[in-house]
């Protein structure tokens, strides 16, 4: 393939995605919720939780496979949101996750305890904190490296879908031993299989990523290679009902794969696509991590309180229950609403505004409790590199005066739709 086909074909590649993920996003209120906090805040003065639907409420209709109950609840407070996530066994993602679970087959998202325990446990060690200098190192920077210096030195670039859409798939890709260069198709399966295409086209992506991936498997399986997560988890044993061990099967290390594919190619790029619109905006953010590369730390943090990218998580209730003084039946869904819990006024102080001085507490927009984001280490390491490799590679950066002001919209998922700037 010659040099003009190979641009060709990455340009049809990113067209392809960015459709995906609108079709996607449009199902979840894009370009038809913007702002969501204002009428949460309306909300929040009937209480902590309240018994809506908040797709309904925002008149969006549920996505395919959305948990549906007679009783709907939203939690909104911070510690509401918290209760929730820390009770997996009141609050079961089990029972929320068939739709998906018949899909992807074995995933930890949809597991309750102790099953979600014990598989989780065999993935921890890939994500933990003193792995992430590997990851850095081996898969990371030459990624970062290799789609900087494919950006023009000069002019207008969409930093969206030419940088941020891009590391965070690569990246997890890499560690699951799949070529780099292989790893932009990953970006649209995962967008299919999450709802960014039809029926036909999710089943075909799924498809698509467990032929890629199989013979992987079984190259570790021959080898004993545990060198990459797809290695490690290879190598792992898990017990079942009747307590005897076995390795994992083919179907539980690709449910794993589903679900690291889907949380390293959506959020961590949203995330970073509304920390560079914020410290592009805001040129006195971007002098003043140029001055003190450690200010990139409260940046990302506040960045994640502010405006995470995944607004709510459901849940079922499994009994009789009670949060924050509301009585919630058994069987009710419940929605913990992430971004409401990180904007709690009686938490934060202007909790409205993005400020990355204020006093660093802990937020929500990695969940909490059992099913607390096994990739968090790795989102923060990623969104802190990319952005210091990024202001390495230019001068300047802004934002391109000429195209729209990138807003976010959406309402489960939230996310703007390019990064138009021009470098120099």
Same mark, same amino acid.
């Given at each position: 393939m010659t040099t003009t086909d190979q641009q060709g074909d990455r340009a049809s590649r990113h067209a392809a995605v960015r459709e995906a993920e609108l079709q996607r996003n449009i199902a979840s209120g894009a370009r038809l919720v913007f702002d969501p906090y204002p009428v949460i805040d309306e909300l929040r003065e009937h209480g902590a939780v309240v018994e809506i639907d908040v797709s309904a409420h925002f008149g969006i209709a549920p996505m395919p496979g959305q948990p549906t109950s007679e009783h709907t609840f939203t939690a909104i407070g911070y510690d509401a949101v918290e209760q929730v996530f820390r009770d997996n066994v009141t609050f079961s993602s089990a029972a929320v996750g068939s739709v998906v679970a018949q899909k992807w087959g074995a995933n930890i998202l949809f597991m309750d305890e102790p099953e979600h325990r014990t598989y989780r446990a065999l993935a921890q060690p890939a994500f933990a904190i003193k792995t992430m200098q590997s990851w850095e190192d081996r898969w990371l920077q030459p990624i970062l490296t290799d789609l900087l210096a494919a950006l023009p030195d000069e002019g207008r670039t969409d930093l969206y879908h030419e940088y941020c859409a891009l590391f965070p798939v690569k990246t997890i890709a890499s560690a699951f031993g799949i070529a780099p260069d292989d790893a932009e198709r990953y970006h649209e399966w995962v967008l299919h299989m999450s709802g960014g295409g039809t029926p036909d086209q999710a089943i075909e992506a799924v498809q698509h990523i467990a032929d890629s991936l199989r013979p992987i498997i079984e190259d570790r399986r021959a080898t004993g290679n545990d060198d990459d997560v797809i290695g490690l988890l290879a190598g792992s044993e898990v017990a079942d009902a009747a307590g005897t061990m076995h390795r994992l099967t083919e179907?539980?290390?690709?449910? +794993?794969?589903?679900?690291?594919?889907?949380?390293?190619?959506?959020?961590?790029? !949203?995330? +970073? $696509? @509304?920390?560079?619109r914020e410290v592009i905006a805001n040129q006195e953010l971007l002098a003043r991590v140029r001055r003190d590369p450690d200010f990139v730390v409260p940046l990302v943090e506040e960045t994640l309180r502010w405006s995470p990218p995944v607004? +709510? @998580?459901?849940?079922? &209730?499994?009994?009789?229950?009670?949060?924050?003084? *509301? !009585?919630?039946?058994?069987?009710? *869904?419940?929605?913990?609403?992430? $971004?409401? &819990?990180?904007? #709690?006024? &009686? !938490?934060? #102080?202007?909790?409205?505004? @993005?400020d990355p001085d204020r006093e660093r507490l802990p937020h929500v927009a990695f969940g909490n409790g059992p099913h607390f984001c096994i990739g968090n280490q790795l989102a923060r390491m990623e969104l802190r590199n990319a952005l210091t490799a990024l202001l390495d590679r230019y001068d300047s950066i802004e934002l391109d005066p000429e195209e729209p002001y990138p807003e976010t919209s959406g309402l489960r998922f939230r996310q703007i739709e390019g990064l138009p700037v021009v470098v120099g």
């Open positions: 179907t539980e290390i690709l449910g +794993f794969a589903y679900l690291m594919l889907t949380a390293g190619a959506g959020t961590t790029y !949203r995330t +970073f $696509g @509304f920390l560079l607004l +709510f @998580f459901d849940r079922m &209730a499994m009994v009789d229950t009670e949060v924050a003084g *509301v !009585r919630i039946p058994a069987g009710s *869904v419940v929605s913990a609403m992430v $971004g409401a &819990a990180n904007r #709690d006024p &009686a !938490r934060w #102080d202007r909790p409205h505004e @993005f």
